[in-house]
């Protein structure tokens, strides 16, 4: 069976993505090292690897795949769906320290499903860590919900000569 190219070479590890800058790389392996993060928030335009970051941060933090809900909320952004998902997922015990929800494409969430959120993140804090992706951090409208992600990754586009270097172990 073929796979689609992206999918194909997509990072698995955080040592094999590439980071804009030294900064955020550091950051990353930190958390890694802690074994921990906070709720984090990653904004930046189509393709700069939002989603990508949050699933090598996922993996090389070894959270199992039962204690990780994805969701593409870009889809699925009612408040029914905080309500029936997201909250059944936050309600049980997870198998390891803690569960991990990636709200991919937040900001597609209506503005009732953001203040349904802001409570489930509230809430199950110490179980459960959101990571949330999102191309335009302003349609983020519950103030809590930016304030609840201890940590805001704006990502941009690599130069091209960072984009050659990476490419070069694969051609």
Known sequence: MKDIW????RPKTVDE?????ETQKHQVKSWVADGGIPHLLFSGSPGTGKTTLAKVLINDLGVQDADVLLINASR???????????????ETMPWGD???ILLDEADYISA???AALRGVMEQYHASVRFILTCNYPNMIFSVTVVVQCNFLFKL???FPNKLIVFFEGYI
Do not use: P
């Open 76 to 90: 699925d952004n009612g408040v029914d769906l905080i309500r029936r998902k997201i909250t059944n997922f936050s």
């Open 112 to 114: 009732e499903g953001q």
């Open 17 to 21: 993505y590439v980071f804009k800058d």
């Open 6 to 9: 992206v999918e194909k070479y």
């Open 98 to 100: 803690y569960k991990v």
């Open 156 to 158: 941009s586009m690599l």
